[in-house]
């Protein structure tokens, strides 16, 4: 399996967490393929946070990619 397409949404948190991390991510949309074809994920991941938006986006990557290979 692996992802197709997938957007990840960012936003910025007021106030900051704990003074810290400024921004979350979540998965609005992910598509995966396998030998079957071109699938929908409707499977629910934990927000991630970063100090920037690039930091948050980028931690939702890695546990979308961590879940896939766990598939």
């Not at 399996?1 to 998965?27: H, Q, S, W």
């Not at 071109?38 to 990619?65: C, I, L, P």
Request: charged share 30%; proline share 3%; net charge negative.
């Amino acid at each position: 399996m692996e992802i197709d397409d997938i957007i990840i949404r960012t936003n910025e948190i007021c106030p900051p967490l704990v003074g810290l991390d400024k921004y979350f991510a979540v998965v609005q949309v992910l598509y995966v393929v396998d030998e079957s074809g071109r699938h929908k994920v409707d499977e629910s991941f934990q927000e991630t946070y970063g100090q920037t938006e690039e930091e948050a986006k980028e931690k939702m990557q890695q546990q979308v990619r961590e879940w896939v290979k766990s598939q």
